[in-house]
């Protein structure tokens, strides 16, 4: 079975950081491209940033561009996302997400795409 387990939300005040965890088990990150996605109340989920093993790319939001940061451990099957600078509006409820043989920038542009998602973990950010 595929799970996707993400952490390391939590409350922080705005211009501070956290940094989340999606470990994944039951797949490869040869087949995989991983993205982290939100949802803020009200919302829809909306591609936050995604990377890909197959070609080795990173794909971010433009509003996160420049303060977050995805990276992949393949030892631990583990994806990071730090994030930094943090605004209100980073306010949701973050999800990671698995998409087969995909590359980042299709993973983040196609969220009906995903073959698996995993739970969400809560990020509020204080005015």
């Known amino acids: 079975d595929v799970q996707l387990q993400a952490s390391g939300g939590g409350l922080v005040q705005a211009g501070g950081s956290l940094n989340l965890s999606c470990v994944a088990s039951g797949l490869s990150f040869d087949d995989y491209a991983i993205g982290w996605f939100r949802q803020a109340p009200g919302k829809e989920r909306e591609a936050v940033a995604c990377t890909s093993e197959k070609d080795g790319s990173t794909y971010y939001s433009d509003s996160v561009k420049g303060r977050f940061t995805i990276s992949s451990d393949n030892v631990k099957n583990t994806v990071y996302l730090e994030m930094n600078s943090l605004k209100p509006e980073d306010t949701a409820v973050y999800y990671c997400?698995?998409?087969?043989?995909?590359?980042?920038?299709?993973?983040?542009?196609?969220?009906?795409?995903?073959?698996?998602w995993g739970e969400g973990t809560l990020v509020t950010v204080s005015s």
């Open positions: 997400g698995a998409d087969l043989y995909s590359i980042a920038s299709m993973t983040c542009n196609w969220i009906k795409g995903m073959e698996y």
